[in-house]
Nanobody
Framework: QGPLEESGGGLVQAGDSLSVSCAASGRTFNTYHMGWFRQAPGKEREFVAGISWRGGGTTYADSVKGRFTISRDNAKNTVYLQMNGLKPEDTAVYYC??????????????????WGQGTQVTVSA
């Protein structure tokens, strides 16, 4: 798996929508589960959403269920996170990450072995 690169972060108001993307360079992108994590200043990095390597399964943190949607386009080597109804508490650096499909889709950070550099999402009150 090659580098992961996030894009699409920005500054929005509460209630707005935003989508972020993660582009992968590796030829084996379509063999990895993909996840989105976020980290706010002074806090631990936390799981947000994940999608299985074929795209047939997804999982979400309780805090974003019903608001965020993860998807992937393996032909484009890209994973997306559509964020609706954004809240100030969603403010964080958002990271995409890849996990081996040796395991089932997981929210456990230690299984994700490849990481992007992050993109800032800021939601004003």
């Amino acid at each position: 798996q090659g580098p992961l690169e996030e894009s699409g972060g920005g500054l929005v108001q509460a209630g707005d929508s935003l989508s972020v993307s993660c582009a992968a360079s590796g030829r084996t992108f379509n063999t990895y589960h993909m996840g989105w994590f976020r980290q706010a200043p002074g806090k631990e990095r936390e799981f947000v959403a994940g999608i299985s390597w074929r795209g047939g399964g997804t999982t979400y943190a309780d805090s974003v269920k019903g608001r965020f949607t993860i998807s992937r386009d393996n032909a484009k080597n890209t994973v997306y996170l559509q964020m609706n109804g954004l809240k100030p508490e969603d403010t964080a650096v958002y990271y995409c990450a890849a996990a081996s499909n040796v395991y089932g889709l997981t929210s456990t950070i230690h299984y994700y072995t490849y990481w992007g550099q992050g993109t800032q999402v800021t939601v004003s009150a």
